[in-house]
């Protein structure tokens, strides 16, 4: 498998993953440099996560609520634990 191709199937999972558990984003592409913003549908910009397509990690601002901390964890979880693991079977 290519680099190119392993990125795109992580990010590919990732984004499957984001709309099925958490419906209370939405992925926002807008901002470029390989980073995707997971915007929510209902609240506060505060709580927006970022997460970085190339480097597959997720970030939250410091000062967000608990609950987007909380998710912002799960999703970090969820890449590490459920998504490079399985995508670098097929390498």
Known sequence: MLKKEYHKQIN???YAFVENEFPQYT???GEGYGRIYLIPKEG???DSIMYHQSEHYVQ???FASEQA???CLRMQDYIVNNIV???NLHL
Request: charged share 35%; aromatic share 12%.
């Open 12 to 14: 590919k999972r990732f």
């Open 27 to 29: 992925i926002d592409s």
């Open 44 to 46: 506060i910009m505060d």
């Open 60 to 62: 939250v601002l410091n």
């Open 69 to 71: 901390k909380q998710d």
């Open 85 to 87: 693991p399985f995508v």
